[in-house]
C-alpha cells in the first residue's frame, strides 16, 4: 500500500499567476483533504471531496478550486495568486469516507513572489 | 464553533526530561481528538487519538487522555529523547457535520536537547 504523494515538493510563483498542485492519494482511499499550512501556524481546511464530489469548504475564496478524479487523486489550483498564498500545502486521503482516519502526504511548499 | 488552543512554544527541555504540552478545544457535540506530529521537511503523521470521553490514546512512550468536564487533551511523555524533537499540533474532528475536517491548533514547536 502506498501513501500519499505530492507533487511538486516545491514551487516559486509570480504574483497574480496560477498554480496547480497534485496529490495522489493512497491506494483505495475514496476521500480526499487539502489544507494550507501558512508558517509558524497550524493547517486550515481549504476543501474535501468524496467520491469525486466537492464535499465541504473552508473559508477560502472561490480562486481556490479542486478536482477529484475517478482513480481518487486530486488536485488544488489557485488562481490569481497573492503574497499570502504562500505556504505549505497538505492533501490528506481517507479510505472509508470522510469520517475516517485522514493519512498526509508530505506537502507542497508554495511560495509567491 | 470548534476550535483547538494549545500552549505556545517554543518548549525546549533536556533529554530524559518530562513533558507536557496543553491543549483545550471548544467543540459541539462529541469530537474525536488528535495529536498530529510534524518532523522538519515533512508532512503531519497521526501520533494518538482518543474518540470519547476518558478515552486514552497512546503511541512512542506518548499519552493523551480525552477529558469532557476541563476540555483538554494534553500530551505527555515521561522520558523525551532528542529524536522527539519536532512541532506538536493537537486537532479535532466534529463528526456531527458531513464532512470530516481536522481543526488544528497552531502547533507546539519541541527542541530536545542532550
Known amino acids: 500500500e502506498t501513501g500519499v504523494t505530492q507533487s511538486p515538493t516545491h514551487l516559486i510563483k509570480t504574483r497574480g499567476q496560477q498554480v496547480t498542485l497534485r496529490c495522489s492519494s493512497q491506494s483505495g482511499h475514496n476521500t480526499v483533504s487539502w489544507y494550507q499550512q501558512a508558517l509558524g501556524q497550524g493547517p486550515q481546511f481549504i476543501f474535501q471531496y468524496y467520491r469525486e464530489e466537492e464535499n465541504g469548504r473552508g473559508n477560502f475564496p472561490p480562486r481556490f478550486s479542486g478536482l477529484q478524479f475517478p482513480n481518487y487523486s486530486s488536485e488544488l489550483n489557485v488562481n490569481a495568486l497573492e503574497l499570502d498564498d504562500s505556504a505549505l500545502y497538505l492533501c490528506?486521503?481517507?479510505?472509508?469516507?470522510?469520517?475516517?482516519?485522514?493519512?498526509f502526504g508530505q506537502g507542497t511548499r508554495l511560495t509567491v513572489v | 464553533g470548534n476550535s483547538v488552543t494549545q500552549m505556545e512554544g517554543p518548549v525546549t527541555l533536556s533529554e530524559e526530561a518530562f513533558l507536557t504540552i496543553n491543549c483545550t478545544y471548544t467543540a459541539t457535540g462529541y469530537p474525536s481528538l488528535f495529536w498530529y506530529v510534524q518532523y522538519p521537511g515533512e508532512g503531519l503523521q497521526l501520533l494518538l487519538k482518543a474518540t470519547k470521553a476518558d478515552d486514552k490514546g497512546s503511541n512512542k512512550g506518548f499519552e493523551a487522555t480525552y477529558r469532557k468536564e476541563t476540555t483538554s487533551f494534553h500530551l505527555e511523555k515521561g522520558s523525551v529523547q532528542v529524536s522527539d524533537s519536532a512541532v506538536y499540533f493537537c486537532a479535532l474532528v466534529n463528526y456531527g457535520g458531513s464532512q470530516g475536517n481536522l481543526i488544528f491548533g497552531k502547533g507546539t514547536k519541541l527542541s530536545v536537547k542532550p
Open positions: 490528506a486521503s481517507s479510505l472509508g469516507g470522510p469520517h475516517t482516519e485522514a493519512f
